[in-house]
């Protein structure tokens, strides 16, 4: 009890430890990657806009009556903030083109179709889709405006979900450059990868479900081979069974094995004087035979039983050798006679 | 956009869309004097685009036929474990369900309701969860909640229903049910746990099994991901797994990389969580780790290579189902060299096992062409080396196969396959021939 004890601690103990390495290797590698200031810009739409009660336009000007999201200009800053260049060095990282933007949050790709225009003329208010952002106390990554809120808005109004509607090059029939290149055999981690943070549904963009199943349901992986079907299957599970339920999920192993004989179990296999004994006996095993014969006890009565007389009265497993080992045809040691003789 | 595109766009708006995927396949298998002519046909629908509209589905079903056979009295053909047709007259077991020419299965039939209040998705029917980390195949419902953004869009999903195991031939005394919660606390995070509780009826008899489970997701914007999961089943610690996967799309470049440990040594447990365990037996404690890298230079060759470890925990649990091994697996690629569309691929595997059985590798080539989008012409081959230990003397098997490949899209809808394999081991030469037909709409 006590040693099983300590052995569960050890483990806890172990995991914990390795949580904690974990957590470190993630926040470093997390600090290494970004860059310094990158993801965060210190501008509070909270003051300028819930506080001091300022229009968007006031800084975004023209934002409802062009494409664009008219990203400010330093001047405009300046036009309330005279004299205050001691925060230039903080503002100057985010300046791209004589504007303010930070390309995680506000950078819209060159394919994408979008006009601040056409919704602000539907009567959409720049909330509705900047969900937040009038209370937020800076600019970070959980404000940009996800796919997801297009295509959750574009649902509700009952609008297409085609890609055209918002994409000049992307369609149904386009592929990606990753699927360029031996994507056949690499494409399970980014289907993982989508399968993770479902919020992307980047395979499902395109794909559709029944488009998995019917290439998964008709190709095996290349191994499959007949030779594999009948007899390697068995090793490839022996060594790491964990693959196999990457595909076979249910009893399938138990389904097949019971309606079907391994390849060595043909003419004499199974009959006294076949070596079938060996592959399970001496030493005992539970593992190749028991794949099927879990509960046989039919064999029992094959072996001879040792005499009730008083030359094998008594006698241990070790000791029958001594007198039959001239007449044995079992090359085993002689240590387990009695598992079969009874 | 386009007017053209806007007009589709309309049309596609008020429409309820059905595309999907019919499959039929024939293959003929002969060796040695024996025969045997199958059919395979599997039917994929996707009802409604759930973006628009309230109410969607999906079929998927399977359904194999026997057509003909010649088979000698020792079953030298037995069906194989991609049929679900079994014909041995060996071991032959009168309890099953599956004794019939033909037989066809659901693998998916379900419908979706979306958007009511709350609630995101409501899920009736046959389904799979494949979210958590062990699968769920059942017949029941699912409801996913709306994500809420207040708490760093946290949302729940909650199923039940009664487990499908395919081969089984009485659902009585099974039951699952589950929840599972996601949340994004912080950028690029996602944060799962889940619980599922499985009861399921075995000839050993009834399993009740609690699986509790916990992931973290990391996802960096240089193309880094990293997967932390822990597992427990009832009272024992169960697994722990990790798995980190770094892309750099500009330099053609990759690596993976993952950890598994198993704690304890895994005995009977319901089918949900130990489907093999009626065959193989106990799983041993153990660590399994794997590394694998691609790499690629100009737009024509492409090299990929890997690693694989396991160790068991205890030396003396090495037996024929716990092995230790080490795999050793590389791709070698060459695209659109000496002419277009013309690929080259050289490939090898070897296992290395630390028992005397087990030992195996395959080395083999692939060529492919393709004409004009529409006609693309396979061929390949390849040799396996299988080395394993019974009766106490080597034992080596080797094999040999090739196989030529033809596939034929006349027009968008339609893909017309016809394969040919042959395969030279110690014990046979085996033929396949197979012809495919697929429309997808």
Sequence with gaps: ?342 | MDLTAQKEAEIKKKSFPIHGSYFIRYRLRFADGEWELLNYSQLSLDLGDPERHKVTGHVFSLSTSSLGERRDDGARMPAGIDDTYHISREFHHRGKTYEARSRSRLGYCYIDIHRLGFVKKIRLGRQLVYETPEPAHFDGALVTTERIRSLKSLEFTFYGGLPIHSFEASRTGDFLAGLFTNIRPWTGGKVQTSFARVEDELESGKREDNHLALSIWQRFDLGLGLHLQYERLNDNDGDLLFRANYEAPVADFGVNASYYQLFETKREFSTEFDPCFSSLRELYSYWQARFAAHKGWTEHFLAEAGFELRQLRRKRDESTYNHEFKRYFTILSLFDLPIEDLTFSLNGDLWDSEAKSGDNWTIGGDLDYEVGRKFKVSLGSAYSLFEYDYFSDMERDDVRTYYVKLRFRPVKVLTLGLRYDLEDDDFEIYHRVQADLKVAF
């Design chain 1, 1 to 342: 009890m006590i040693i099983e004890n300590l052995r569960k601690l050890k483990t806890n103990l172990g995991l914990l430890v390795l949580g904690v390495l974990l957590a470190f290797f993630g926040c470093t590698v997390y600090h290494e990657l970004s860059p310094a200031g990158a993801g965060r810009f210190p501008f509070s739409h909270d003051v300028h806009v819930t506080k001091l009660g300022q229009d968007c336009e006031s800084c975004h000007p023209g934002c409802r009556e062009s494409n664009d999201a008219g990203m400010p200009k330093l001047a405009a800053c300046k036009t309330c903030h005279r004299g205050a260049e001691q925060y230039a060095k903080y503002i100057e990282p985010f300046v791209r083109d004589g504007r303010l933007s930070l390309s995680t949050v506000t950078n819209v790709p060159e394919d994408v179709i979008f006009s601040h225009k056409l919704h602000s003329g539907k009567g959409i208010n720049c909330e509705s889709c900047h969900r937040g952002i009038t209370g937020s106390g800076a600019i970070t990554a959980e404000l940009k405006v996800s796919k997801d809120d297009c295509l959750s808005c574009h649902g509700k109004a009952n609008l297409s979900s085609e890609c055209q509607i918002c994409h000049k090059v992307i369609n149904r029939e386009w592929a990606p450059p990753s699927h360029a290149r031996g994507w056949e055999r690499a494409h399970g981690y980014a289907v993982r990868e989508s399968r993770d943070f479902p919020s992307e549904y980047r395979c499902k963009m395109c794909h559709l479900d029944s488009e998995c199943q019917s290439c998964h349901q008709t190709q095996q992986p290349r191994d499959h081979t007949n030779f594999f079907r009948r007899r390697g299957h068995g090793i490839a599970a022996g060594m790491d069974r964990r693959r196999c339920l990457t595909c076979h999920k249910t009893d399938l192993c138990t389904s097949c094995h019971e309606s079907n004989a391994p390849r060595t179990h043909t003419g004499s296999f199974g009959s006294p004087r076949s070596r079938h004994c060996l592959m399970c006996h001496f030493p005992l095993s539970g593992q190749s035979c028991f794949v099927c014969h879990k509960t046989d006890s039919s064999h029992r009565a094959q072996a001879a039983p040792i005499p009730n007389d008083g030359r094998h009265r008594g006698v241990g497993d070790e000791q029958c050798r001594s007198c039959h080992s001239p007449y044995m045809k079992h090359p085993d040691p002689g240590e387990q006679c009695r598992r079969c003789h009874i």
